[in-house]
């Protein structure tokens, strides 16, 4: 029976205390089931005994009572059974009665006919699908049903041809996790309706864990005929890295974790879809700029003796710099990409990434982000349909009153629509926490831009030493990565690295500190606690993760002044760091591949390596002992616990993500390609740990990403700003177009002569710094020559190249702007077809219901004896049908 091997002297249907001992070396390891082999466990609790044991013991027996009288059945594994010999676990079974009652409060939507609207979303070739593709019966585990709310008292309306299995394992456990999350664990003639739910009695350790079970193995079938061992399948076909390139089972992914975990796997997986196509227009741009570097006048006047050779260029610091030739660093602003198999690769400098694909890349991406959020909001409406939440609002679940607003609100009154009094949180105390959250936030904030500055400063006086250091450095003299090494590279490389050390220290301390302030605020629902606890990690993050970038992208050479009027950072010593003389785009470009591949290498280690050590070293004991022995509630009792907030850290990570390809896109169109990359491991790391190192979480459902949704949207337009000024002010793009347009001395259309026009002279001897050999050297503006009438204020070039800026921004943000509030219009938020079958359904839900009811007015009617209610059945069947649904309705 189900695993299960049947005993004579069991008789009763479930075993005695004393031979459940010897009866469990029999029993299958992977049985989900009671003793008797029939009734499954819908959820497991666990506990421990302690010194506080009598109390605990008082609250385990009253909250146990109190659910049996709620009508779930307990069976309980005592301690001296289990593999380590403390733990002892209740397993719970909800009979069809109570999940009938509370599918009815639920509202949850259950099947009543088959859907017999024609699928008609065959693609053209469809068959160059195929070898990405997963058996239908991964993919679509359930026949496609119309659906509608249950209703107890018309059970015979829906499709149950099986009472036991009608329900999916999902639905059982979050309709018993509904039950324990209310259930008293104080008597009832003591009053206190407060002292209740699971929450509270995990919180004060009365138990130790509540879970539902996983229903087999994750690497073989179940033996029990009767476990679906969807959890095999999952690994089998979603969690293995070699399936990569397959579609993701959806369908199976919310059959078994729930509406809630399948929304955000369908997000991640449609994101790295749309990332696809970004990469590929990413990376055509990149090999332009590669494949164009020998048209590239700019760069060889720069490399040339002729020009480059010639020019000597001011002191990029103060007392241990010296004067050095422009083609001296050639080199320097080459860029340093990425170190595969113990090769060293380097490609050509800015124009890499500083040419005329940047700037239509930078309108493409604001393009892209558009449709990939448009196209979303279609395919979360089609999944909202598919998967039953088509008018779903958020659950009572999601909205009860947290266990720690109960406890610590010790004020009463009167709720308005219930009519009972309910805690609540003067206002006083509320502002007075909310006004100590916000300062913390901002001291946390504060702290992230000292750290920054500090780094700024690091920069400044790290370079004089790499200066002076690397003047007669050995390593100039290797042949291959020697002329590469410089104060330049040396200074950017170590500052970033620095400063993602210190992004990821912060982050980690940070994280307990939000945690803390949330908790401080008492939130009065989950619901608000989950969107507290997003504003302040978002903001934070935001700030720690991208003050770098904008440092770098929008002030960084912005307030340098002139030779002999340097502008000094707070009034010290430390002269504004100067951009590198390739520009600060490759600086920012630098910048952004540490920080982002640093962290994207670290979250997956950090999220596939953690769990499994943790569970290996939890689970040491059991290895020892027989296999028979490690039953299927404490395999699972071994594995990490889910939480409340896991599929939190999930999305803050991709918005993260998105944030580094959208906002910053314009100095680096390769951050797609490795997002990409990232995206396709990041699925099967976490389907990989969510299968086989945590519990199974309780089933919730979720018909969007929330709050998330916002967040993107409010980035996207963001990003177009900062890739506009990213262009405009950070690449040399502008000042290059205008030169060859208007101040090319020839008149030609090329960059002949750019370097020297874009470099303004400085007289030595004016600033008291007489050189022997010297007289003049270069520095990067446009300011007049020294002797001048003006002498070195700005020129006219300067204000021209201004001007061309700021008409470059407005126009680009204009532009794109129309185009994706355009295409934004043009793209509606729900299919057509979607829209159709949700309205089939209703009109079907309808008609049913009124046939239902006529039905059975009939049978009532026919048992009636009186002869003056015997015309009474046909009164609606002589309707036409608009007016049964107005009866209906």
Request: with cysteine; aromatic share 14%.
């Amino acid at each position: 029976m189900n695993g299960y091997h049947q005993h004579a002297s069991s008789s009763s249907g479930s075993l005695q205390q004393g031979q459940s001992a010897i009866d469990k070396q029999q029993h299958s390891k992977d049985s989900v089931f009671f003793r008797d082999g029939v009734r499954r466990i819908d959820f497991v609790l666990s506990y421990v005994d302690d010194k506080d044991g009598e109390r605990k013991q008082e609250r385990r027996k009253v909250y146990e009572a109190n659910l049996e009288k709620v009508g779930l059945e307990l069976e309980i594994e005592d301690k001296s059974e289990s593999e380590d010999g403390k733990t002892s676990f209740v397993k719970i079974h909800a009979p069809w009665e109570v999940l009938a009652t509370y599918a009815d409060v639920l509202k949850i939507k259950v099947p009543f006919k088959v859907n017999d609207i024609p699928d008609n979303s065959e693609m053209p070739m469809n068959w160059l699908s195929t070898p990405f593709r997963l058996p239908e019966h991964i993919m679509h585990p359930e026949p496609d049903f119309f659906t509608a709310p249950f209703n107890k008292s018309k059970s015979d309306f829906f499709l149950i041809d099986n009472k036991d299995t009608f329900f999916p394992p999902s639905t059982r456990n979050r309709i018993v996790y509904y039950i324990l999350s209310r259930c008293s664990y104080f008597r009832d003639e003591c009053g206190d309706k407060d002292k209740k739910g699971i929450k509270r009695l995990l919180n004060n350790s009365t138990y130790t864990a509540a879970f539902p079970l996983h229903d087999s193995r994750y690497w073989k079938r179940s033996r029990d005929a009767n476990c679906e061992s969807e959890r095999f399948s999952l690994y089998k076909h979603w969690a293995g890295f070699l399936s990569f390139f397959k579609e993701q089972p959806l369908n199976l992914v919310r059959k078994y974790y729930g509406e809630k975990i399948g929304i955000y796997f369908a997000w991640l997986g449609f994101y790295t879809e749309m990332l696809l196509f970004a990469a590929i227009v990413g990376t055509i741009c990149f090999i332009y700029g590669f494949l164009t570097y020998d048209d590239n006048e700019w760069s060889k006047e720069i490399c040339s003796e002729a020009v480059g050779g010639k020019i000597v260029m001011c002191p990029l610091c103060d007392k241990k710099c010296g004067y050095w030739k422009l083609n001296s660093t050639c080199n320097s602003s080459w860029f340093l990409m990425i170190s595969l198999f113990s090769h060293i690769f380097f490609f050509q400098q800015s124009h890499l990434f500083d040419n005329v694909g940047t700037v239509f890349f930078a309108i493409f991406m604001g393009i892209w982000v558009t449709l990939f959020l448009e196209f979303w909001k279609r395919r979360q409406a089609r999944l909202e349909y598919e998967w039953d939440l088509v008018d779903f609002e958020e659950e009572q679940q999601q909205l009860q009153l947290r266990p720690e607003y109960e406890t610590k609100c010790t004020n009463r009154k009167m709720n308005r629509i219930t009519q009972e009094m309910e805690p609540y949180l003067p206002i006083t105390s509320k502002c007075a926490r909310t006004c100590l959250s916000g300062a913390t936030v901002l001291f946390w904030i504060s702290l992230i831009i000292a750290c920054i500055i500090g780094v700024i400063a690091y920069r400044l006086a790290v370079y004089a030493a790499f200066a002076s250091i690397m003047k007669d450095s050995p390593t100039t003299h290797l042949q291959v990565v020697g002329p590469f090494i410089t104060p330049q590279l040396a200074t950017s490389v170590t500052a970033s690295c620095i400063n993602f050390v210190i992004i990821m220290i912060l982050n980690l301390m940070y994280e307990r500190v939000a945690v803390w302030i949330t908790d401080m605020e008492i939130p009065k629902t989950h619901l608000e606690y989950e969107n507290k606890l997003t504003v302040k990690m978002f903001l934070f993050q935001f700030v720690n993760y991208y003050s770098s970038c904008f440092y770098v992208a929008f002030f960084k050479g912005k307030f340098v002044g002139y030779p002999g009027d340097y502008a000094y950072m707070f009034g010290s010593k430390l002269r504004n760091e100067e951009c590198d003389p390739g520009g600060c785009l490759i600086e920012l470009t630098t910048q952004l591949v540490i920080v982002m591949t640093g962290k994207q290498v670290w979250g997956n280690i950090q999220e596939a390596l953690v769990p499994w050590l943790m569970n290996w070293w939890g689970s040491r004991k059991a290895r020892s002992h027989p296999e028979s022995l490690y039953s299927r509630w404490e395999q699972d009792h071994d594995l990490q616990g889910f939480g409340q907030l896991g599929l939190f850290y999930e999305y803050l990570e991709m918005v993260i993500q998105f944030g580094f390809i959208t906002l910053f896109v314009a100095s680096f169109p390769l951050a797609p390609l490795m997002a990409l990359i990232n995206n396709i491991i990041e699925v099967r790391v976490d389907a990989w740990k969510l299968t086989t190192q945590f519990r199974r979480p309780v089933a919730a459902k979720a018909h969007s990403i929330g709050a998330w949704q916002e967040i993107l949207n409010g980035m996207a337009v963001l990003s177009v700003v900062t890739n506009a000024f990213i262009v405009a002010f950070t690449s040399d793009m502008i000042p290059r177009l205008v030169y060859m347009y208007a101040y090319q001395p020839e008149g030609e259309m090329n960059m002949k002569g750019y370097i020297n026009n874009s470099l303004s002279v400085f007289n030595i001897s004016s600033a008291g710094n007489l050189h022997l050999l010297l007289l003049l050297c270069r520095y990067r503006d446009y300011r007049y020559p020294p002797g001048h009438e003006k002498e070195y204020s700005h020129t006219m070039q300067f204000w021209h190249i201004l001007a061309a800026k700021l008409a470059f921004i407005i126009i680009m943000e204009h532009v794109v702007f129309l185009v994706k509030f355009f295409v934004a219009w043009m793209i509606p938020d729900v299919p057509s077809d979607v829209r159709a079958r949700v309205k089939r359904e209703r009109y079907l839900v309808q008609e049913y219901l009124h046939n239902y009811e006529v039905e059975k007015l009939k049978v009532q009617l026919s048992q009636n004896t009186h002869d003056e209610c015997s015309c009474a059945p046909m009164i609606y069947p002589s309707l036409p049908k608009h007016e049964v649904l107005s009866e209906c309705l």
